[in-house]
């Protein structure tokens, strides 16, 4: 299978004022997120980018335009990898959150969690993880196994799919930090997937390509002992 870039959008309005976006239209990104985003440019100028599939709202679209651009690439939208329906909680302040009873559940047991009129925890796994591994299914069929695509999303839905990548429960998925414009590599394989970076946020990324020939798909053992296998 292919390898899989996965880019938390860069930073946003709502994430310097403290509020829960959610899917709230016209989030983009603020000063330091578009800084933010014109530097993946160079930050995967070493990477070989067969496709690009992102969350359709607009802080996704914007953190990704400088790297379209630069690649001559368009992405494709995959509402299943879109943000969390928080529901009500949409467009709150966060410290008006924290002494609502669901909070400490979304703390502590978030597969139990479920949003007031919105959607559960559990769920945006399950509907993110399958449209990841359709995906990587899909740009594998389409560019070879050796192929690497970028996937654009949000912290709690990139968070769910490495607790599913690491076989991490995803009551343990808070344990996981995904910085905004942050870079985190899974390699899917035909029985396992490997969690390559996580919270990657610089430095030289030319070693997520695979070093396989191309027309050969990722094998699925784990290395012995500590070893690379490069």
Request: charged letters at 20%; one cysteine or more; glycine letters at 10%.
């Given at each position: 299978?292919?390898?899989?870039?996965?880019?938390?959008?860069?930073?946003?309005?709502?994430?310097?004022?403290?509020?829960?976006?959610?899917?709230?239209?016209?989030?983009?990104?603020?000063?330091?997120?578009?800084?933010?985003?014109?530097?993946?440019?160079?930050?995967?100028?070493?990477?070989?980018?067969?496709?690009?599939?992102?969350?359709?709202?607009?802080?996704?679209?914007?953190?990704?335009?400088?790297?379209?651009?630069?690649?001559?690439?368009?992405?494709?939208?995959?509402?299943?990898?879109?943000?969390?329906?928080?529901?009500?909680?949409?467009?709150?302040?966060?410290?008006?959150?924290y002494d609502e009873p669901l909070w400490a559940v979304v703390q502590q047991h978030p597969s139990a969690a479920v949003f007031p009129d919105g959607e559960g925890l559990a769920?945006?796994?399950?509907?993110?993880?399958?449209?990841?591994?359709?995906?990587?299914?899909?740009?594998?069929?389409?560019?070879?196994?050796?192929?690497?695509?970028?996937?654009?999303?949000?912290?709690?839905?990139?968070?769910?799919?490495?607790?599913?990548?690491?076989?991490?429960?995803?009551?343990?998925?808070?344990?996981?930090?995904?910085?905004?414009?942050?870079?985190?590599?899974?390699?899917?394989?035909?029985?396992?997937?490997?969690?390559?970076?996580?919270?990657?946020n610089g430095g030289d990324l030319s070693g997520v390509v695979p070093v396989a020939p191309p027309q050969e798909a990722p094998s699925s053992d784990a290395t012995v002992g500590?070893?690379?296998?490069?």
């Amino acid at each position: 299978m292919a390898t899989v870039i996965l880019l938390r959008h860069a930073r946003s309005t709502a994430n310097g004022s403290g509020v829960l976006a959610g899917r709230s239209l016209g989030v983009g990104l603020d000063e330091r997120g578009r800084a933010q985003a014109a530097a993946l440019v160079s930050r995967l100028k070493d990477v070989p980018v067969s496709a690009v599939v992102s969350s359709p709202l607009q802080r996704c679209e914007e953190t990704l335009a400088p790297l379209l651009a630069d690649r001559s690439l368009e992405a494709v939208a995959e509402p299943d990898l879109s943000e969390v329906d928080y529901g009500a909680w949409t467009g709150k302040a966060l410290k008006d959150l924290y002494d609502e009873p669901l909070w400490a559940v979304v703390q502590q047991h978030p597969s139990a969690a479920v949003f007031p009129d919105g959607e559960g925890l559990a769920h945006v796994q399950a509907r993110a993880v399958a449209a990841v591994r359709a995906h990587d299914a899909r740009i594998s069929e389409e560019h070879g196994p050796g192929a690497v695509w970028v996937l654009c999303s949000h912290g709690d839905v990139i968070k769910a799919v490495l607790a599913d990548a690491l076989g991490v429960h995803l009551d343990g998925f808070q344990r996981i930090v995904v910085d905004p414009c942050s870079i985190s590599v899974v390699q899917y394989t035909q029985t396992r997937p490997f969690v390559l970076r996580t919270n990657d946020n610089g430095g030289d990324l030319s070693g997520v390509v695979p070093v396989a020939p191309p027309q050969e798909a990722p094998s699925s053992d784990a290395t012995v002992g500590g070893a690379t296998g490069i």
